[in-house]
């Protein structure tokens, strides 16, 4: 089984920067990819962000040129920096990591962008 605990989370203002974390453990034989999706009140998940084994990444048109995927192989945890802050960014933000037999999610962080 493995585990995902986000972090990084909370309220910033509008133009601002935050860094959530995501650290995987338990048994994890092989990654494909780790990522983020979020969540905004009445909308469906989207992806936000997504970093493969070969260190490709993909983001969403709505996050290109601010939000930053990142991964440190030797602690299983992947990283996203958030630049340049709005308020449509607003969501439950939720890692998600992909091996071969299965998905995998954790319990989700809340970010909030307001004034």
């Known amino acids: 089984q493995v585990q995902l605990v986000e972090s990084g989370g909370g309220l910033v203002q509008p133009g601002g920067s935050l860094r959530l974390s995501c650290a995987a453990s338990g048994s994890i034989f092989t990654v494909k990819a780790m990522g983020w999706y979020r969540q905004a009140p009445g909308k469906e998940r989207q992806l936000v962000a997504r970093?493969?084994?070969?260190?490709?990444?993909i983001y969403a048109d709505s996050v290109k040129e601010r939000f930053t995927i990142s991964r440190d192989n030797a602690k299983n945890t992947v990283y996203l920096q958030m630049n340049a802050l709005k308020p449509e960014d607003t969501a439950v933000y939720y890692c998600?990591?992909?091996?071969?037999?299965?998905?995998?999610w954790g319990q989700g962080t809340q970010v909030t962008v307001s004034s």
């Open positions: 970093i493969f084994s070969t260190g490709g990444t």
């Open positions: 998600h990591l992909i091996s071969p037999l299965r998905d995998y």
